[in-house]
């Protein structure tokens, strides 16, 4: 791990967990540790930033605004984050480095990087990529971030492409929101009719695969399967192909009595096919893999993957990734070991040099 650098250096999380995790490493009493806990700011509403557009008015559309102000926010219970950002703020006086620490992503250089603006914080910058919470991955992140000086210029630009969406899913959703409130919306409706970047085109999906449904007329198929038995006594069914399903009864029936009346040898081929293992799960993919194995909602698999990554048993949960990246090649080996000698069972299916 890198020494550590003169003066007092700030470590920002964005969980006490990770936090916890990354402790354990630190021994200078230069280090000062805090954990957002998500978005500590919020967008202001439009009327707190000018009157005249806290009446909903078609005339006064579109409302673009250069910098969206922020202001303090809540979080899921209703308690306001002023003592947070206070504390962090407090924390940062005599400060001459701070290392964001927050989730990898786009989101979670956010969560950072707008506080640090929001309270003025002008010093240095250096980002800690985590993309998991074991011990190896942490003392990697850390070789990463002593080879990489320019990381926290690279972390801004990340920032700043979260907050171009901001901006944009901001004005989207207000002028949307308002337009399609005053000018569709039925009289006997009270609530806004919500317009956003994301749920819109979910609900378009929704209302397109519904339709589909109510349009949908049955059809009867037809299969075909011959049943044989062998000489030897054994019984196997093979069915007709290169059609599974056949919507033609005539067609079915003239294969069905060319089948009933067949008989003869059968020759049976066997290849070997190489087929390149199965990708990582992605969030998406996790998330439909549980839903079908298992029933869950997208948000409980989202919440036990999380719970597994802050005990440092999964790598980052979000990432849209499915590969490892390369510098984990060497790791290969430790893990099939480590599987193997909990289940011995899976030893034949790696490679003898693999699994030594």
Known sequence: MPAPSPGRTL???EKPSAMRELKRFFRSPNTVCVAAEGHLLTAEEPGDVRP???PWRFDALPIVLDTIPVACGQNRSG???AGKLAAIREALSGVDRVIIATDPGRE???IAWEVLEHLGWRGRVDRLKLGAL???SIRRAFAGLAAEPDSGERDYAAYLEALCRQYEDYHLGLNGTRAISLRLRPAAFREPWRFGGVQTPTLAILADLEARIRAFVPQDFFRVGL?????EGHALTL???PKERILDPEV???IRAAAAGWSGPIRVEQKDVRRTPPRLFSKDTLARRCAKRFGWDPQHTAKLAQDLYDQGYLSYPRTESELLPEGQIGDATAIIVAVTGVLPELGPLFPPSRSR
Request: charged share 20%; net charge negative; no cysteine.
């Open 108 to 110: 979670g250089s956010m």
């Open 11 to 13: 470590f920002f999380f």
């Open 252 to 254: 079915a029936e003239t």
């Open 52 to 54: 005249d557009w806290k």
């Open 227 to 231: 049943h044989l038995g062998t000489a």
């Open 79 to 81: 308690q306001s984050h």
């Open 134 to 136: 074991d011990d190896v």
């Open 239 to 241: 069915w007709h192909a």
